[in-house]
């Protein structure tokens, strides 16, 4: 089973990648050591990056970004509009990029951390959340 996964360098992408490498999975990485998914000029340069080449029966998206400003109130613009390119705009590019070189019967597994639906601890409460 040969098998694409972004986000390696760790937390979920990295777990998921040793697990798989301990089933026998070959391995192909894109991960921010040797890729820039924080555009699209940069992800359009994949196309020519052996990782985008395939074939594989799966691709699994685990790759994310979050501010090193953890107080949402204080994050700027620029960071936001990062922010939401790695974590959802960069899934859509990838896909287009990477669905061709996909087996029959393979796809695509999308990971994501409770961060995507939860405000992470930094985050000062409103008056309509409990105070700690």
Same mark, same amino acid.
């Given at each position: 089973?040969?098998?694409?996964?972004?986000? /390696? !360098?760790?937390?979920?992408?990295?777990?998921?990648?040793?697990?798989?490498?301990?089933?026998?999975?070959?391995? /192909?990485?894109?991960?921010?050591?040797?890729?820039?998914?924080?555009?699209?000029?940069?992800?359009?340069?994949?196309?020519?990056?052996?990782?985008?080449?395939?074939?594989?029966?799966?691709?699994?998206?685990?790759?994310?970004?979050?501010?090193?400003?953890?107080?949402?109130?204080?994050?700027?613009?620029?960071?936001?509009?990062?922010?939401?390119?790695?974590?959802?705009?960069?899934?859509?590019?990838? !896909?287009?990029?990477?669905?061709?070189?996909?087996?029959?019967?393979?796809?695509?597994?999308?990971?994501?951390?409770?961060?995507?639906?939860?405000?992470?601890?930094?985050?000062?409460? !409103?008056?309509?959340?409990?105070?700690?």
């Amino acid at each position: 089973m040969h098998v694409l996964i972004t986000g /390696t !360098t760790g937390g979920i992408g990295g777990a998921v990648k040793h697990a798989l490498e301990a089933s026998g999975a070959q391995i /192909t990485k894109i991960n921010r050591e040797n890729a820039d998914l924080s555009s699209v000029e940069a992800i359009q340069n994949l196309r020519q990056n052996e990782a985008a080449r395939g074939p594989y029966d799966w691709v699994i998206f685990s790759h994310g970004y979050v501010d090193a400003e953890k107080n949402f109130l204080l994050q700027r613009p620029q960071e936001i509009e990062k922010a939401f390119f790695i974590n959802t705009l960069s899934v859509i590019y990838l !896909t287009q990029i990477l669905l061709p070189t996909i087996k029959p019967g393979g796809g695509i597994i999308f990971i994501s951390s409770i961060a995507a639906v939860t405000a992470n601890g930094f985050t000062p409460p !409103t008056h309509h959340q409990k105070q700690p």
